[in-house]
């Protein structure tokens, strides 16, 4: 796929009743590729009235998805796997043009993405309940799961395709019909994804696609309305409260998968070249515009000169350039805002003392483009410390004790991953229990998998997307009192 087939082949209107479709209002509004700051296409801009026309359809068949049997649900969303990886290179180009992220990333974000929906095709037929004698011998005690109801899924930018199929394969797995409202900077993944489900068979008005820049307005609509059941958001923990604040008013069912502040601990035991490759992965992968990536590096002192001089020489060697081009190895940054905020955590860091090994500086020319970097030294005050950099940047402080460093690791309001090496299987015990965090990766950089549950505690979030959690997340629990037998 290329520009001219981009398009031709990418619906851009918005995804109503099984079809692309304006808006009633007629305005849209420019997707822009962050690696040229050149327009791409112009996309349908929903209006609250585009909601609740959304949310009627989404209602009318909420009963009739429901009663769908689960071979049939499990057999749509196993052919929308086989028809999102049938076309794995027009979803991968699509992403690196709209989001950035270099093509090998953007290839294994469609590997990735797609086996939710393959993972929720297999748990459609597996959706448990319970039979069992009360105790007192007065009934039978039944307990059955049924769908929660019509859904909002509210996804970000970093992850255009696997944030969605995360979302919206349990909730078609379960029974509940979707309204879908992608990122700004990256809807036209979300909407060539409600195209292939189309062509697979789901019928129409189960799921609806409102690309918007008026977001606050027309999620505002939605979770107003009783009709709606549950919303299920990723993105910044702010607007997480916000959105919790308003699921209150109808007590909907929430999924919040919110800011992050990964703790990455190396102590002096651990394999210093694993422990390298593994901060390139948990830090740069994605550009490091992961809500699981590395945000704070911090390293025995022991081995803090030896890891960082490795680490530095890895990123230094990181070629900045588009994602298309077979030789970057880093894209470009969402949007300028976006760098402008990267650019502000590094300036003020060594401006209060922190070194700079690698990097520290955006790149002039088109596009949004932020040099991968290493920092030192950081002091205590220093916002990078405390604030999610989302981008290319590696902080490393220091640590003298286990006890110190587990310390530093749990001193954030978040506690969504975090990942620590060492050689030490004592260690390695005590200090998974220990860490703060929804998710731990033990000598590994890379933890997401759709087989595990994936979620926070503390200000990262509640519930749990992936595995066979993730289902749970869209069903109620009924018990049933039936007469003794």
Do not use: H
Not at 195 to 212: K, R, S
């Amino acid at each position: 796929m290329n520009l001219t087939d981009l398009r031709t082949a990418v619906p851009t209107g918005l995804w109503q009743g099984g079809r692309s479709t304006p808006s009633e209002s007629g305005r849209t509004f420019d997707v822009v590729n962050p690696a040229t700051g050149e327009v791409l296409t112009a996309v349908a801009n929903a209006t609250p009235a585009d909601a609740r026309v959304a949310l009627d359809r989404a209602a009318a068949v909420a009963d009739e998805w429901a009663a769908t049997p689960p071979r049939r649900r499990a057999d749509i969303l196993r052919a929308a796997f086989d028809a999102v990886t049938a076309r794995a290179d027009d979803f991968a180009l699509l992403m690196t043009l709209e989001m950035g992220k270099v093509l090998p990333e953007s290839r294994g974000e469609v590997t990735y993405g797609a086996e939710f929906l393959r993972w929720f095709s297999e748990e459609a037929v597996r959706i448990g309940g319970r039979t069992t004698t009360a105790p007192a011998g007065t009934g039978e005690i039944a307990v059955v799961k049924e769908p929660v109801g019509p859904c909002l899924a509210i996804t970000p930018w970093n992850f255009p395709l696997a944030m969605g199929t995360r979302k919206i394969g349990p909730a078609l797995a379960a029974g509940c019909t979707v309204i879908v409202k992608p990122a700004e900077d990256t809807p036209l993944t979300m909407l060539l994804l409600a195209q292939v489900f189309a062509e697979v068979g789901l019928p129409p008005g189960v799921l609806a696609v409102l690309p918007t820049l008026d977001a606050p307005a027309v999620v505002a609509e939605l979770m107003t309305d009783p009709r709606l059941r549950k919303v299920s958001f990723t993105g910044s923990t702010g607007v997480g409260k916000i959105l919790l604040a308003q699921a209150a008013e109808n007590v909907l069912r929430t999924s919040m998968e919110l800011g992050g502040s990964a703790p990455f601990l190396v102590f002096d035991d651990a394999d210093l070249d694993k422990a390298v490759d593994g901060a390139m992965l948990a830090k740069m992968r994605n550009g490091g515009e992961a809500c699981t990536a590395a945000n704070r590096i911090l390293v025995q002192n022991g081995i803090r000169e030896a890891f960082t001089a490795r680490l530095t020489e890895r990123v230094a060697a990181m070629r900045v350039g588009p994602g298309w081009d077979a030789d970057s190895a880093i894209g470009p940054i969402i949007n300028a805002k976006q760098r402008g905020s990267i650019a502000a955590l590094v300036d003020e860091a060594v401006a209060a003392g922190a070194t700079v090994r690698t990097g520290g500086e955006q790149v002039d020319g088109a596009g949004f483009f932020y040099r991968p970097t290493v920092l030192d030294g950081i002091p205590d005050s220093a916002r990078i410390r405390r604030d999610e950099i989302f981008g290319p940047v590696a902080a490393i402080v220091g640590f003298d004790t286990e006890e110190e460093g587990v310390a530093m690791a749990n001193d954030t309001e978040y506690g969504l991953a975090a990942y620590f090496f060492t050689e030490n299987v004592g260690r390695a015990q005590r200090v998974a229990r220990r860490l703060q965090a929804g998710m731990v990766g033990v000598n590994r950089g890379v933890i997401s998998d759709p087989a595990a549950p994936f979620g926070g505690i503390k200000q990262s979030g509640l519930g749990s997307e992936g595995g066979s959690e993730g289902i749970e997340e869209y069903l109620n629990t009924k018990y049933i009192a039936l007469p003794p037998v």
